[in-house]
């Protein structure tokens, strides 16, 4: 390969967690090392580096356009795209109905394996996730966090509209109920 195809090539194999170049530190090619040495000599190293924008410097559109660029596995029945093969495949069985995964003990049938191995559990009787708090043991490790802030008292999810915060999504879920009845009684005596 040409240099300057190389380092094309070079390019798109970046990955975030590598460093300038793309190539981590002990797997650097001794053109940069020797590039690093002698940063006057442009003979040395024949073409410039450059790394792509972190997010934190892109404009909203540049940002916009990167994650596009992410994902490019687009469905073909609605205007979804995805970053990886296998979540397009996952999104595709919503509009077809397919559901390959099927449950031994019950009729229930499931479009991803992870939705059979946790619904499983509910007949096995399996909880592997355990709080470290007061020993409760729990089917999936969502209900365990959530549960977990009971003891802690951590309320992440906050209401826009008033200073209530809750321990839970579906806490917050429901009191955003209590500002549309409001909402929904001015509008009748209006």
Sequence with gaps: ??????????????????????????????????????????????????????????????????????KRFQCMHCEKSFGKSSHLRDHIRTHTGDRPFRCQFCDKAFTQYSNLRTHTRIHTGEKPFKCHHCNKSFTQAVTLRSHTRTHTGDRPYHCKRCSKSFACFSGLKGHHRVHSDAEQDELEIS
């Design 1 to 70: 390969m040409y240099p300057d195809r190389l380092y094309e090539h070079h390019l798109s194999q970046i990955k975030p967690h590598d460093m300038v170049c793309g190539l981590r530190e002990e797997r650097r090619s001794p053109l940069l090392n020797k590039q690093n040495e002698s940063t006057d000599s442009p003979a040395a190293f024949p073409f410039a580096l450059s790394l792509p924008p972190s997010s934190a410097s892109l404009t909203s559109s540049q940002e916009e356009q990167r994650r596009q660029k992410q």
